[in-house]
């Protein structure tokens, strides 16, 4: 008998900063757009779940549902710029930010807000009950297993 494949969670990333292929050492987007985990959009649209670390409402599992209809939704750029990326985009998006996480590797590493695209989607992912996706995700970097034992451990 052959199991259906479990459904995953699909992943959108709109670059703000400009997107460069070759930068799948710098970028994590950028290698995670290269292994087919994420897709590039040019608009995020009404009604989505955008992640946006200055959302005045945290991720939930209640936001499941909506992370399953419809995917999750990234934006890829400085972090001095998002705020008016933000302002630009309409209110019919749901913004969601993540509570608990710390950055493991980077310029940001030990911050708990400033995190890598990729890190962010993990995360997402596990918070949603997709650790397997989350897993996943996460092989294509060198720092997983630190994320993994700072982020995921004692944690639902």
Avoid at 5 to 14: A, C, D, G, R, T
Avoid at 77 to 89: C, E, F, K, M, T
Avoid at 93 to 122: F, H
Wanted: with cysteine; net charge neutral.
């Amino acid at each position: 008998m052959v199991l259906p494949m479990s459904k995953k969670i699909k992943l959108y990333v709109k670059f703000e900063g400009g997107y460069d292929p070759y930068a799948i050492d710098k970028c994590t987007a950028a290698r995670c757009v290269s292994h087919g985990l994420m897709k590039i959009i040019d608009e995020i649209p009404n009604s989505s779940l955008l992640l946006y670390p200055f959302a005045n409402e945290y991720l939930t599992v209640y936001d499941k549902s909506l992370a399953e209809a419809h995917g999750i939704y990234l934006i890829d750029a400085p972090w001095d710029i998002l705020p008016a990326i933000n302002s630009r985009l309409s209110d019919d998006i749901r913004r969601r930010k993540l509570i608990n996480v710390r950055e493991v590797q980077g310029p940001y590493k030990g911050s708990d807000y400033k995190i890598s695209t990729a890190g962010a989607a993990a995360y997402a992912l596990f918070i949603l009950g997709y650790r397997e996706q989350a897993e996943e995700l996460l092989d294509v970097f060198p720092w997983k297993d630190d994320f993994i034992k700072e982020n995921f451990r004692n944690r639902r």
